[in-house]
């Protein structure tokens, strides 16, 4: 099941940061962020690529999992989890054009192995794949979670559970949506001219989003200052 994207009510919360609620070390088989917005940037649909903002989702399999957010000229990527290892990557577009889609099925295809990719060839709109703890997913616009724009899914379902922050990493990582921000994912690709502004696909409500930039150490997720 893709993953299901709404902001619940705003929470305030307290305590210093402890390890995140995953449990054991999860290896992930997909690429680390910077090498997936490299590659993204690298393609003629993501050559204007910028961050945006990453809204905390309350409610559902993605609460409390940071993510950073990427968008450009209608497109948008999402990676969940540790940077380093990432829990989850999908892609999404609102155009309509069977090139454009194809490209984004494609770009997911090529950050994994062989094996894992298979599926993208014979997988139908709406459904999932899950082979050996990797779930593949093609989201159409008018499906519930697809907030009018049509997504490709990778993602270890494990892995996200894995990828849940702690109180007090939710204190560390996350803040109002009006702050400031300052340190940038990837420097070279800096943030959206309207960033607190911008219109994402899906709702954007939430009154907190996570830090620009992040990273996970000893199990511990914790913002780069």
């Not at 992930?28 to 003629?44: H, T």
């Not at 969940?80 to 155009?95: H, M, N, R």
Request: aromatic share 8%; hydrophobic share 40%; net charge negative.
């Amino acid at each position: 099941m893709r993953f299901i994207l709404l902001v619940g009510a705003f929470v305030v919360l307290g305590g210093c940061a402890t390890s995140s609620s995953g449990g054991a070390d999860f290896q992930s088989r997909l690429p680390a962020m910077e090498a997936v917005v490299k590659a993204a940037r690298a393609q003629p649909w993501g050559a204007d690529l910028k961050q945006i903002p990453a809204t905390v989702i309350e409610v559902g399999e993605l609460a409390s999992v940071p993510y950073l957010s990427f968008a450009g000229d209608n497109v948008e990527l999402n990676v969940y989890g540790d940077p380093a290892k990432p829990a989850g990557i999908e892609v999404g577009t609102k155009s309509e054009a069977p090139e454009m889609r194809a490209a984004l099925k494609a770009f997911i295809g090529g950050l994994l192995t062989e094996a894992d990719r298979k599926p993208l060839d014979t997988i139908p709109e709406g459904t999932e794949a899950v082979a050996d703890g990797l779930a593949l997913e093609l989201t159409p616009p008018t499906a519930a979670d697809g907030f009018g724009a049509w997504w490709v899914t990778a993602s270890h379902p494990d892995g996200i559970k894995n990828a849940k922050a702690s109180v007090g990493e939710m204190n560390e990582v996350a803040q109002p949506a009006t702050d400031t921000f300052n340190a940038l994912a990837i420097p070279d690709v800096g943030t959206h001219p309207g960033f607190f502004k911008y219109n994402r696909f899906r709702p954007s409500t939430g009154p907190r989003v996570y830090a620009t930039s992040y990273f996970k150490k000893d199990g511990v997720y914790q913002r780069r200052k």
